[in-house]
């Protein structure tokens, strides 16, 4: 059966779902071979094999960490040979799309970026995208080479399939440009113990309707009921009361959770283009006219000021 590499996107080892999910897609088009780059390969490789990796290509280099994106393509580059994949994917990662279009050069190859789902074609893998603020939905293949296919978080639940995960070393040998670019610092971003944003399977988004920063405590706070990722609208972003990182829309991050629930937030097409490929969408606003009522599946026409917080009390007294 034809194999598929599947760029896995992790922490020192630890796998991050995005990566799970790819593997699911992967089983569709063939045999999925996880590559791990750094450090924590035995470990990933567990959770790797369970979620169908049948193979688990290693390779760990300080030029991995020293260094921006290139070694990592070298090293893609290096498994892209060894295999002949069907496909290499990716996670829709700003890092991950960089290394995927630079692969693509590389091996002169056709790539599709923030696919929502992949399946398996006749003539190779087809790509679904939602483009134009997902005003519309194409389907595209890739016609050239190896495809490289990058896929947006929460596009597929991933599923256990045990494989076996044989653990290989990947042989690679750093290009002139490896080492072109180093990093010279790290400073982590403090960290909120909500999910990340864009990988979360709930996001609640507080808009202007919030007015003012104290009260995003009511949406952090319904947010924390739910286990979910904050987002806000520009609005909120630029009126100072929530950091741009959180910014969902045209000119902020791209969402894709299960759910969406926007509080206080009109559904201008600018939000809407970062939001609207949610699975179920859920407004809150008081205008029973604003443009967000167009597309959410649940609404509610209110106060978010009383709907807020019952809906948090309620969420507590259920989860009990
Ligand atoms: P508003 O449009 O002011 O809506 C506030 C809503 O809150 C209203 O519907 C109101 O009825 C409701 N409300 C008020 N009080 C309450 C209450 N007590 N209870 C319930 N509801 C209440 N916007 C983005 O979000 N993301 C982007 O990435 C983005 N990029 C942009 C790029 C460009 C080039 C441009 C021109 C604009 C961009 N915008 C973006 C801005 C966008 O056009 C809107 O201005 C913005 O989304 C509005 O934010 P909002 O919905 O929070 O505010």
Do not use: C
């Amino acid at each position: 059966m034809a194999e598929v590499l599947v760029y896995v996107d992790h922490v020192d080892g630890d796998v991050r779902k995005p990566t799970l999910e790819l593997l699911t897609l992967a089983r569709r088009l063939g045999d999925p071979v996880a590559v791990h780059l750094g450090v924590g390969a035995t470990a990933a490789a567990e959770v790797l094999a369970a979620h169908g990796a049948v193979r688990v290509l290693a390779a760990d280099a300080a030029e991995f960490a020293d260094y921006l994106v290139a070694p990592k393509v070298d090293a893609l580059q290096a498994a892209v040979a060894a295999v002949s994949p069907e496909a290499v994917l990716l996670p829709s990662s700003a890092e991950a799309k960089e290394i995927a279009a630079r692969l693509a050069v590389r091996i002169g190859s056709g790539i599709i970026t923030d696919a929502v789902d992949v399946t398996a074609g006749d003539d190779g893998p087809v790509a679904t995208q939602s483009v134009f603020a997902a005003a519309f939905t194409t389907t595209s293949r890739v016609t050239q080479g190896t495809p490289v296919i990058t896929v947006k978080p929460n596009s597929v639940t991933p599923e256990a399939a045990s494989a076996a995960g044989t653990l290989e070393t990947l042989d690679v040998s750093f290009g002139p440009l490896a080492t072109g670019t180093r990093v010279v610092s790290r400073s982590p971003r403090e960290s909120t113990g909500r999910p990340e944003l864009t990988e979360a399977a709930i996001v609640v988004s507080g808009g202007r309707g919030v007015n003012g920063a104290e009260n995003f405590a009511l949406i952090e706070a319904l947010a924390d009921s739910l286990g979910a990722a904050v987002g806000a609208s520009r609005a909120a972003v630029d009126a100072g009361w929530y950091p741009h990182t959180s910014q969902v829309g045209q000119t902020g991050k791209t969402v894709s959770p299960q759910l969406y629930l926007a509080v206080g937030i009109s559904g201008a097409i600018q939000h809407r283009a970062g939001m609207q490929t949610s699975k179920t969408i859920v407004a809150v606003n008081k205008d029973a006219e604003a443009p967000i009522f167009e597309l959410v599946d649940y609404g509610v026409v209110g106060d978010l000021f009383d709907v807020v917080p019952a809906l948090t009390e309620e969420v507590r007294a259920r989860k009990g």
